[in-house]
């Protein structure tokens, strides 16, 4: 089952500008990790932060865990058009290796 | 890094037929691998966990029967498609478990069910 929620379902924004997407669970997580899907490819890991992390950086690429709140964000600086793509959520339940995603952010860079 | 392939990467098929797909992790062994479906504009829903030498483990509401899984070698899992229908045409991806709980991922296959 799918327990992510993600907003906005669909964002579009001007390269240059800074793109944020959230994600919310509702169990217990080891760690959140965000994946980014080209159109009709497979999913390439983007980021990782543990259940005790708060907030973590890679390149352009900032996550932001609230375990209080049960949410996450991603916050994509500079956009370019080549970030265009499906992003998604995932969470690393305790106990299991499996992994349950969110319903994914369509982001669309406009050059 | 480490890679997983899926084959093939497109089927069309009539209706009644059965599927099979393949999975291999290609510089890496997987005792484990997991098979998600994807619909149009929406997100990954896990259907089974393919575990090696042992029985798959299904989520709840996929058929065992209509989805049959085999992990046959340490590098191999297989979903076969039974009396494929149209409802059935969809994204069909594989993943491999990797460091600290992430996943790498085939790039999928495309099956659509004339």
């Known amino acids: 089952s799918q327990q992510g929620e993600e907003d906005p379902q669909a964002l579009s924004i001007q390269e240059g500008e800074n793109a944020t997407m959230n994600c919310s669970y509702k169990?217990?997580?080891?760690?959140l990790q965000w994946y980014r899907q080209n159109s009709g490819r497979g999913l390439v890991h983007l980021i990782l932060i543990r259940s005790n992390e708060r907030e973590k950086h890679s390149g352009r690429l900032r996550v932001t865990l609230d375990t209080s709140k049960k949410s996450s964000s991603l916050l994509i600086t500079a956009s370019r058009a080549a970030d265009t793509a499906s992003y998604f959520c995932?969470?690393?339940?305790?106990?299991?290796?499996?992994?349950?995603f969110g319903q994914g952010t369509r982001l669309t860079i406009n050059p | 890094g480490a890679v997983v392939s899926q084959h093939p990467s497109w089927v069309i098929c009539k209706s009644g037929t059965s599927v099979k797909i393949e999975c291999r992790s290609l510089?890496?062994?997987?005792?484990?691998m997991f098979w998600y479906r994807q619909f149009p504009k929406q997100s990954l829903m896990l259907m089974a966990t393919?575990?090696?030498?042992?029985?798959?483990?299904?989520e709840q509401g996929v058929e065992k029967d209509k989805f049959l899984i085999n992990h046959a070698s340490l590098t191999l899992s297989t979903l076969t498609v039974t009396s494929a229908h149209p409802e059935d045409s969809s994204f069909y991806i594989c993943s491999a478990p990797a460091q600290l709980g992430t996943q790498y991922f085939g790039p999928g296959t495309r099956l659509l069910v004339l």
């Open positions: 995932a969470t690393g339940i305790q106990g299991a290796q499996k992994l349950v």
């Open positions: 169990t217990s997580i080891n760690n």
């Open positions: 510089d890496f062994q997987a005792t484990t």
């Open positions: 393919s575990n090696e030498g042992s029985k798959a483990t299904y």
